[in-house]
């Protein structure tokens, strides 16, 4: 038995410790959100996170999940709220087909945890996420957005 | 095609109908559930609920085109309803069937689905509206010709009263459409050619399960796939006792040329599937290579009967007396459709009924497959359209269809989701076809292009999907940017050969306007450059007699200041190109470095759509086509070798990611309105032969053969 929180929630999983984390998030806990492109973390549609670390989870044993912490999409809006970077992905129109969309949200999301102001070549060098529908330059626009309403308000002095 | 037909009676109906080459059914239904279920219809594309929530029907599939928003704005710009209380909802195969295709055709491709559909979408929101403002001025007792809507609201002029839709729905859902509607004049949208939100932006981004790897059933089984890696051979034999007693293992399934592993998880029957031996028959086609389909196709360059499909004037006169001739030959690859969902379908089989979930470019096809390939009338299936995760073309053949229907049998009662792993998909596509092509032209002492011969030698697609259009070996279809080129020249011969391998083709985003323009602009380049002409003025005189393709090339020519000095070491190249009922044009900006480093500086496409329904949506569609013709282009190629495809994923088949994404692409929208023409493929066209074009203005070299990547060429990406 393999215990792992996932999107807050404790589950007991009986599979082989060697089945990928994406395959048990979708065939066994029916968690649809991260998706299967490649399987050899080429494309990055199935990025979810690992104790707050974006992981390709086909490419993840649940082994490797056991006794931690997964954040699906799924799990981002907290309370009824979509997270910043979906609201930004929503007001700049990003998804077409939207297959990708769970992963560049995953990823993007850990960029901007990491680093609140990401220029476009950290964008380059952090959203390695294929999306066969071209969204990127509006996936680019999309994370200074959401990176921009993240800034705490200052009071004045 | 009818908007109206909605039954005057709720009773027990006959309705006769018939799909596809001349089948005939007869069924009884009770319509009264189809409708009530639901809300009140107010034609057979609208249902209003009490709240006043507008679902708006779709027949076609949504692929990441935006058709799932265009298609109801074309609805709701009649209807006169509040946008945001608009929701949708994906039509079903077996209900239009069943409704003498009150919905009309489902396939989605060619870029067709507003500009087919526009006009009985927009007459279905004129009509209901018609019957929701009778129906308010019934109630009131009043004219109706002094009533409007606006905003799904009812307003009685002279008293100023008002009435919601929601609130006179179900009284209009009685009242019989009206015989005929007046459409709006384009400068009277409100709507349309604004760029409304898309309806489908939440769900994409909350990782709702909307696709068909999605779907999820109770007692449903996963089934893995292996085909015949060699085109058109067969399974031998396979030892599926291997596998007794293995973790999950439901049953193995043969079929003619596959095996399937059906498991309670999709990893432990791919699993299975990788440790089954299986013996193939590979058939008469397993040493084919890249090198001996290429040699075959180019035969038809030399072949002295292949039929001329247009011959204007005298080409061989004007090569006898031109001032100059050039000469040159093309190349263009297979390419992979590689959309990010891989093939997929979910079926189950229950005695002589099937239902079918699938991310189909073509429900009725789908839902005609399906019925084949169990054997049973057409009225026991239905099929359940969920969201595609890219289509490009690949997604309108049915094979996947047939293979989870054949499966679904051999566990009957049981729902089977059958998913290709990546590498199936890499390996059993329907091409892109290769393509070569010879050109001669002539031009005179003033440079002008007297004469044009093209010999095309290449895959037909018509061949297996419509062979009835290829009239003495011509297929038109495959033709496309030659047979109908837009240049006036004085003498112009068409000449094509067919050459088909066991490599099967298909449509991919553009068709044969992804290779034949790239070898059409790019020689038209090298004429203009023979002629010492800039580019842009070899092409204008002889566009003279194809005004939009003049005005769109004009566009996109003065969006990126053609004629202005660029900085030190970078260089333009442009390209015009219709296709789908639209005109686009391109022009590049690159830099190359001496170790021919590709750095596109700028990207400008200008189309003409005629109209343009969600700008938004447009300007999407361009950016697509900029990644995924670039990724063609730069990179795109499939290979043989043993008879069987080589690429196996995305490591091998490089796809563009967002270091490689030109920072500058500019959309220039062109609408010269009085025509609907597509936009999810036309910006590609030009793509490719604009940035090969820049590419030889920067370095003197000439592109003749795709991938840029095997002539040498990359472009800067991070490590």
């Known amino acids: 038995m393999i215990e792992l929180t996932v999107n807050g929630r404790k589950h007991n999983v009986d599979v082989e410790p060697e089945m990928p984390l994406l395959w048990v998030l979708r065939d066994v806990l029916d968690v649809k959100g991260p998706?299967?492109?490649?399987?050899?973390?080429?494309?990055?549609?199935?990025?979810?996170?690992?104790?707050?670390?974006?992981?390709?989870?086909?490419?993840?044993?649940?082994?490797?999940?056991?006794?931690?912490?997964?954040?699906?999409?799924?799990?981002?809006?907290?309370?009824?709220?979509?997270?910043?970077?979906?609201?930004?992905?929503?007001?700049?129109?990003?998804?077409?087909?939207?297959?990708?969309?769970?992963?560049?949200?995953?990823?993007?999301?850990?960029?901007?945890?990491?680093?609140?102001?990401?220029?476009?070549?950290?964008?380059?060098?952090?959203?390695?996420?294929?999306?066969?529908?071209?969204?990127y330059a509006r996936i680019r626009t999309a994370i200074h957005a959401a990176a921009k309403s993240a800034k705490p308000a200052r009071a004045k002095a | 095609m009818p908007f109206s037909h909605r039954p005057s009676r709720r009773d027990f109906l006959r309705v006769s109908t018939a799909l596809g080459a001349g089948l005939a059914l007869e069924l009884k239904f009770p319509s009264a559930l189809a409708a009530e279920a639901r809300g009140p219809e107010i034609t057979a594309w609208i249902v209003i609920r009490p709240n006043d929530e507008v679902i708006i029907r779709v027949a076609r599939s949504e692929m990441g085109q935006g058709s799932s928003t265009g298609l109801p704005m074309l609805v709701a710009e009649e209807l006169e309803c509040d946008w945001r209380k608009v929701k949708t909802?994906?039509?079903?195969?077996?209900?239009?069937?069943?409704?003498?295709?009150?919905?009309?055709?489902?396939?989605?491709?060619?870029?067709?689905?507003?500009?087919?559909?526009?006009?009985?979408?927009?007459?279905?929101?004129?009509?209901?509206?018609?019957?929701?403002?009778?129906?308010?001025?019934?109630?009131?007792?009043?004219?109706?010709?002094?009533?409007?809507?606006?905003?799904?609201?009812?307003?009685?002029?002279?008293?100023?009263?008002?009435?919601r839709f929601g609130q006179v729905a179900q009284a209009a859902s009685k009242l019989e459409p009206p015989a005929e509607v007046k459409l709006k004049d384009p400068k009277d949208w409100n709507l349309l050619g604004r760029s409304a939100r898309r309806l489908d932006m939440k769900d994409k981004v909350t990782g709702k399960p909307l696709f068909g790897v999605d779907v999820q059933l109770p007692g449903m089984l996963h089934a893995a796939i292996a085909q015949c890696p060699v085109f058109r051979g067969k399974l031998k034999t396979v030892a599926d006792e291997q596998l007794l007693?293995?973790?999950?293992?439901?049953?193995?399934?043969?079929?003619?040329?596959?095996?399937?592993?059906?498991?309670?998880?999709?990893?432990?029957?791919?699993?299975?599937?990788?440790?089954?031996p299986i013996e193939w028959d590979f058939g008469e086609n397993g040493s084919a290579t890249t090198a001996s389909i290429r040699e075959f196709v180019r035969f038809g360059l030399e072949d002295s009967s292949a039929p001329v499909a247009r011959d204007d004037g005298n080409v061989e006169a004007a090569f006898s007396t031109a001032y100059k001739v050039v000469e040159a030959e093309y190349f263009a690859p297979f390419l992979n459709h590689a959309p990010l969902e891989p093939m997929n379908c979910t079926a189950l089989v229950k005695g002589d009924r099937v239902e079918v979930w699938a991310p189909t470019q073509n429900a009725e096809a789908t839902h005609a497959a399906a019925a084949a390939a169990a054997g049973v009338p057409l009225e026991n299936v239905e099929v359940h359209l969920t969201y595609l995760g890219g289509g490009f073309g690949r997604r309108g053949f049915q094979d996947y269809t047939r293979q989870a229907v054949a499966i679904a049998r051999a566990v009957e009662g049981r729902p089977v989701k059958l998913l290709w792993s990546r590498?199936?998909?890499?390996?059993?596509?329907?091409?892109?076809?290769?393509?070569?092509?010879?050109?001669?032209?002539?031009?005179?002492?003033?440079?002008?292009?007297?004469?044009?011969?093209?010999?095309?030698?290449?895959?037909?697609?018509?061949?297996?999907?419509?062979?009835?259009?290829?009239?003495?070996?011509?297929?038109?279809?495959?033709?496309?940017?030659?047979?109908?080129?837009?240049?006036?020249?004085?003498?112009?011969?068409?000449?094509?050969?067919?050459?088909?391998?066991?490599?099967?083709?298909?449509?991919?985003?553009?068709v044969f306007h992804s290779q034949n323009p790239f070898m059409r602009e790019c020689f038209i380049d090298e004429l203009a450059a023979a002629a010492g002409k800039d580019p842009v003025e070899f092409r204008r005189p002889m566009l003279a007699a194809s005004p939009k393709n003049l005005a769109v090339l004009e566009a996109a020519a003065k969006a990126?200041?053609?004629?202005?000095?660029?900085?030190?070491?970078?260089?333009?190249?442009?390209?015009?190109?219709?296709?789908?009922?639209?005109?686009?044009?391109?022009?590049?900006?690159?830099?190359?470095?001496?170790?021919?480093?590709?750095?596109?500086?700028?990207?400008?496409?200008?189309?003409?759509?005629?109209?343009?329904?969600?700008?938004?949506?447009?300007?999407?569609?361009?950016?697509?086509?900029v990644a995924y013709g670039l990724t063609s282009a730069l990179w795109g190629e499939i290979t043989l070798k043993d008879g069987r495809v080589e690429q196996k994923n995305f490591d091998d088949y490089r796809i563009m990611r967002i270091a490689e994404m030109p920072r500058r692409i500019e959309a220039v929208l062109v609408p010269s309105g009085g025509f609907w023409g597509g936009?999810?493929?036309?910006?590609?066209?030009?793509?490719?032969?604009?940035?090969?074009?820049?590419?030889?203005?920067?370095?003197?070299?000439?592109?003749?053969?795709?991938?840029?990547?095997?002539?040498?060429?990359?472009?800067?990406s991070i490590a």
């Open chain 1, 35 to 135: 998706k299967y492109g490649c399987g050899i973390a080429q494309c990055g549609a199935c990025t979810v996170h690992l104790n707050g670390e974006p992981v390709r989870s086909c490419s993840v044993p649940v082994s490797a999940a056991a006794g931690q912490k997964v954040l699906t999409i799924e799990g981002l809006a907290q309370r009824g709220q979509l997270h910043p970077v979906q609201k930004a992905w929503i007001d700049n129109e990003v998804p077409q087909c939207g297959y990708c969309q769970s992963g560049q949200i995953m990823a993007a999301v850990a960029l901007l945890a990491r680093n609140p102001n990401p220029s476009d070549k950290d964008i380059d060098a952090a959203m390695t996420n294929i999306c066969r529908c071209g969204t």
């Open chain 2, 560 to 625: 990126s200041g053609w004629s202005s000095p660029l900085p030190e070491g970078v260089h333009r190249g442009v390209a015009v190109q219709d296709s789908h009922g639209s005109y686009a044009a391109a022009v590049f900006e690159v830099a190359v470095s001496a170790g021919g480093e590709i750095d596109i500086r700028r990207v400008v496409v200008a189309v003409d759509p005629g109209h343009v329904v969600n700008p938004d949506s447009a300007e999407a569609q361009i950016q697509s086509c």
């Open chain 2, 89 to 163: 909802e994906f039509v079903s195969s077996a209900e239009n069937l069943r409704r003498n295709r009150v919905w009309g055709s489902m396939a989605t491709g060619g870029s067709q689905s507003i500009r087919s559909s526009q006009e009985y979408l927009r007459k279905a929101g004129a009509a209901a509206r018609e019957m929701l403002i009778a129906a308010a001025a019934q109630r009131w007792k009043v004219e109706a010709s002094d009533c409007d809507a606006e905003n799904s609201t009812i307003i009685h002029r002279p008293s100023g009263r008002k009435v």
């Open chain 2, 245 to 276: 007693g293995l973790r999950g293992l439901v049953k193995v399934v043969k079929l003619e040329d596959a095996v399937a592993v059906v498991a309670d998880s999709w990893w432990r029957a791919q699993k299975m599937l990788k440790l089954l």
């Open chain 2, 679 to 716: 936009m999810g493929e036309t910006p590609l066209a030009p793509l490719a032969p604009a940035l090969c074009n820049a590419v030889f203005a920067a370095t003197g070299k000439r592109i003749r053969a795709l991938p840029l990547k095997s002539q040498g060429f990359s472009v800067a």
């Open chain 2, 423 to 510: 590498e199936e998909d890499m390996q059993h596509d329907f091409y892109r076809p290769m393509t070569l092509m010879r050109f001669k032209g002539a031009l005179d002492r003033e440079g002008r292009l007297t004469a044009l011969r093209v010999r095309d030698a290449s895959h037909s697609i018509m061949a297996s999907v419509r062979p009835q259009e290829i009239k003495d070996g011509v297929d038109r279809h495959a033709l496309g940017g030659l047979i109908d080129l837009p240049y006036s020249i004085p003498s112009l011969r068409i000449e094509f050969a067919m050459r088909n391998s066991h490599v099967p083709v298909g449509f991919m985003r553009t």
